[in-house]
């Protein structure tokens, strides 16, 4: 089978040589395939980076949720369970989340203290201390606490018998 060159009889203006003639050996990549390339790259880029981010976002949100329920729901346990002979509660701010020990966050021990953190894009609103009674686990501060991010939220409910809903 013979190959056919149909640039050998064509006249091109001197730029346009550079992308058409290949060099003696076949091999390498022209100016245009490396545009081309790098193009596609910045296009990917600019559409994954932003999803990438919305994700990581509602990842934190999520994440936060559920380390505050969780905390709530130790703090009442430790209550229940009458560990060390006090009450238990938790304390939300905005970069921490503490269990503590004690009747309230002011008074309480805080070598006990059990302390996770939060994301700094997250905003916490509502209630920020919830406070257990020894040995029945029931709080007198119900309510919603309110975990903002961005555009993004979630909402963490309390009841009077201590049950958690997120």
Do not use: C, H
Not at 51 to 61: A, E, G, P, T, V
Not at 118 to 135: A, H, M, Q, R, V
């Amino acid at each position: 089978m013979k190959m056919i060159n149909r640039y050998k009889n064509r006249v091109y203006p001197a730029p346009l040589l550079f992308f058409f003639k290949k060099n003696k050996s076949g091999a390498g990549f022209t100016l245009l395939e490396v545009l081309l390339s790098i193009a596609l790259i910045a296009i990917l880029s600019g559409i994954g980076v932003p999803i990438y981010q919305s994700f990581q976002n509602r990842n934190d949100l999520d994440i936060a949720a559920t380390t505050i329920a969780q905390s709530i729901r130790r703090a009442q346990i430790l209550s229940q369970a009458v560990d060390g002979d006090v009450a238990w509660g938790v304390y939300v701010s905005g970069g921490n989340i503490v269990i503590f020990r004690g009747a309230s966050y002011a008074t309480r021990d805080s070598i006990y203290d059990e302390i996770f953190d939060l994301s700094t894009t997250i905003t916490p609103s509502g209630i920020s201390e919830i406070n257990f009674d020894k040995l029945t686990g029931v709080t007198q501060d119900s309510g919603t606490l309110i975990l903002t991010n961005f555009n993004d939220s979630r909402t963490i409910t309390i009841n009077e018998k201590g049950m958690v809903s997120y």
